[in-house]
């Protein structure tokens, strides 16, 4: 079964750093771009960042360019996100979401993680 | 890269229909044919519903519908099932190559 896994989450103060991790089983993750979707408590679905296949294109939502950097280690199966200067607004879980299909950049995803959770906080 | 706007709640009764509704701008949803919609129970990760804007997963039940007029997405469901009561979120790509949802929408079945 096709699988994403999230870990790495937790209790950080703000201004504070956190890498989350996402590893994926049972597809070629070297084929697809990958991408991270958060979600405040409470709150809607947000799309955080995405990368390409090769790591060599990278895009982010306007909130976190310049503190969030996604990347990808395709030898490990593995999705990153590295979030520094941590706020209060950035609390939530975060998936790593897989599209349907391998042409497809950002959108359709079919697959996702369970989540893990982000607590930014003093 | 601001939401698209959704109803905050919809309800309906078992074996009616229901829309919600989906506003975007010229540079999402009426742009491209790109608009998806997730379903997402409370604790669960999202599940795709429609993409594309009318297309279904296998899978998926023929009583979820997506459609699409200017920059306004629809989804509809037919024959209202308890378990469809879930938040439903939508999705457009922009021009800017991101990814934007909207607010979501409660659906009650009452």
């Known amino acids: 079964e096709e699988q994403l896994v999230e870990s790495g989450g937790g209790l950080v103060q703000p201004g504070g750093s956190l890498r989350l991790s996402c590893a994926a089983s049972?597809?070629?993750?070297?084929?697809?771009?990958m991408s991270w979707v958060r979600q405040a408590p409470g709150k809607g679905l947000e799309w955080v960042a995405n990368?390409?296949?090769?790591?060599?294109?990278?895009y982010y939502v306007d909130s976190v360019k310049g503190r969030f950097t996604i990347s990808r280690d395709n030898a490990k199966n593995s999705l990153y996100l590295q979030m520094n200067s941590l706020r209060a607004e950035d609390t939530g879980v975060y998936y790593c979401?897989?599209?349907?299909?391998?042409?497809?950049?950002?959108?359709?995803?079919?697959?996702w993680g369970q989540g893990t959770m982000v607590t930014v906080s003093s | 890269q601001s939401a698209l706007t959704q109803p905050a709640s919809v309800s309906g009764s078992p074996g009616q229909s229901i829309t919600i509704s989906c506003t975007g701008t010229?540079?999402?949803?009426?742009?491209?044919?790109?608009v998806s919609w997730y379903q997402q129970h409370p604790g669960r990760a999202p599940k795709l519903m429609t993409y594309d804007v009318s297309n279904r997963p296998s899978g998926v039940s023929n009583r979820f519908s997506g459609s699409k007029s200017g920059n306004t997405a629809s989804l509809t469901i037919s024959g209202l099932q308890a378990e469809d009561e879930a938040d439903y979120y939508c999705s457009s790509y922009t021009s800017g190559s991101t990814l934007v949802f909207g607010g979501g929408t409660k659906l009650t079945v009452l």
């Open positions: 979401a897989r599209p349907r299909w391998q042409q497809r950049t950002l959108d359709v995803f079919d697959i």
């Open positions: 990368i390409k296949q090769d790591g060599s294109e990278k």
């Open positions: 049972e597809f070629t993750f070297s084929a697809y771009w």
């Open positions: 010229s540079s999402d949803v009426g742009a491209y044919n790109y």
